[in-house]
């Protein structure tokens, strides 16, 4: 993972980028490489909050590097990620929480983290040292976003998460094909304590010392 910064609508902005190369696949939410395929790296863009750029795939698209990739884009601080890992699975979470939410919200509820743009403020990236099925990597989509609002829930947030986060999950395209993801999995419950930890430090971090 390097980080590095750029100056861009007047404000000093950091940008975490993971180069796997070949050899990976990956699923994710993101707006730039969403879906499920062949990856080479993944970027995590902060922007400032009042993002209203209407070209994010266009813009991603500048800040990544050349070939095929996963871009997310977050109001977060991404110099305060955090990294935790379990049995050989590496989990890392930029947290913001400025406007916590509920997934089953009354219809019509405002969310002033949609406007003007949706920029992801819980994003997480989860990487794997085995080969998955198209199902199992869905399932580990499924048991990373349960152990991100277990996570939050318990740190005190009355929420599952915010209306825009991005997850990323990256597995090697080649090996043995794992068949389940979920969190009474191997391989799902060690993604389950690697992202719970990151995220609840995360989320303990932005209560403790009210992060922007």
């Not at 395929?37 to 813009?59: C, F, I, K, T």
């Not at 400025?98 to 990487?127: F, H, K, Q, Y």
Request: with cysteine; glycine share 12%; aromatic share 6%.
């Amino acid at each position: 993972m390097k980080l590095t910064y750029r100056v861009e609508d007047g404000a000093r902005l950091g940008a975490l980028l993971w180069e796997f190369g070949p050899g990976w696949r990956m699923i994710s939410s993101a707006l730039l490489g969403g879906g499920i395929g062949p990856r080479e790296w993944v970027l995590n863009a902060q922007v400032v909050a009042g993002y209203s750029r209407m070209d994010p795939v266009d813009h991603l698209l500048a800040l990544g590097p050349e070939g095929e990739g996963v871009g997310m884009l977050t109001a977060a601080s991404v110099d305060r990620c955090v990294q935790a890992s379990d049995g050989g699975v590496e989990a890392y979470a930029t947290v913001g929480l400025r406007v916590p939410t509920w997934a089953a919200a009354p219809e019509g509820s405002a969310d002033p983290e949609l406007a003007p743009m949706r920029v992801g403020t819980v994003n997480i990236v989860t990487v794997l040292p085995v080969a998955m099925t198209d199902a199992a990597l869905v399932n580990a989509v499924m048991t990373v976003t349960e152990a991100k609002s277990q996570a939050l829930i318990e740190a005190g947030f009355s929420c599952t998460g915010t209306a825009s986060d991005a997850v990323c999950v990256a597995a090697p395209a080649h090996g043995p094909e794992e068949l389940f993801g979920g969190p009474r999995s191997e391989w799902g419950a060690r993604a389950a304590r690697a992202v719970h930890a990151a995220v609840r430090q995360g989320a303990e971090a932005w209560r403790l010392r009210d992060f922007k």
